[in-house]
């Protein structure tokens, strides 16, 4: 079957790091994608792993272990702006993705 | 900056009506997607398309549905006969060719509310 886990809510503090998990079992790897997605907004793209590894983007970071199934992606100097659902997105085969249920972040003062 | 653009924004209709949903991907980009997200549910995967045909579609995407790309812009999704659970954001999205081709834009999306 194919699954993606990922926490409902987090709750941080603004100018902190916050880190998000997803865990997958999918048939088929071929990237693993962040996006943020505000409320009533359209997904937006954040970060993608294809290989394992940390890739850097500024604030955001994001780290794949295909052995494991695992991701996280980590946001530095959280501001209020960053209060949104994070979404995590495997493609598996071909031009097929499958999004996990999204995390939503809450950031406070 | 380019952008994917959906029309309408809203679209209200009666249950067995037909609906087509419209959407300009970006004008470089090769590869077409549908997804639909229930209200406070996760996004889901419906359909790729690529070189004018269907390259994906997912258990969702039934015989009630149905994606065209009538001209060089447009990309449309059309539902048959909607039903009450076709109730949902439907999002469209492209991607291009080069390297980031799997870097998916995405959107505003159309509300589509079946009564």
């Known amino acids: 079957g194919q699954n993606i886990d990922q926490p409902t809510e987090m709750t941080a503090t603004e100018g902190a790091i916050v880190q998000i998990n997803c865990t997958y079992q999918?048939?088929?790897?071929?990237?693993l994608f962040w996006y943020q997605q505000h409320a009533g907004e359209a997904p937006t793209f954040l970060s993608y792993n294809v290989l394992d590894g940390l890739e850097e983007k500024g604030r955001f970071s994001s780290f794949l272990s295909r052995s494991k199934g695992y991701s996280y992606l980590l946001l530095k100097e959280l501001q209020m702006k960053d209060s949104a659902s994070y979404l995590c997105a495997v493609k598996t085969v071909g031009q097929n993705f499958i999004f996990g249920p999204g995390t939503r972040l809450s950031v406070l003062p | 900056e380019p952008e994917v653009t959906q029309t309408p924004s809203h679209q209200v209709t009666q249950m067995g009506q037909e609906v087509i949903l419209r959407c300009v991907p970006i004008?470089?980009?090769?590869?077409f997607y549908w997804y639909r997200q229930i209200l406070g549910q996760k996004v889901e995967f419906l359909v790729s398309f690529y070189n004018n045909e269907i390259s994906e579609k997912s258990e969702i995407f039934d015989d009630q549905f149905s994606v065209e790309r009538p001209d060089g812009s447009n990309f449309t999704l059309k539902i048959r006969s909607t039903k009450l659970e076709d109730s949902a954001m439907y999002f469209c999205a492209s991607s291009s060719r080069d390297r980031e081709t799997n870097i998916q834009y995405f959107g505003a999306g159309t509300r589509l509310s079946v009564l």
């Open positions: 999918t048939s088929g790897f071929n990237g």
């Open positions: 004008s470089n980009h090769l590869y």
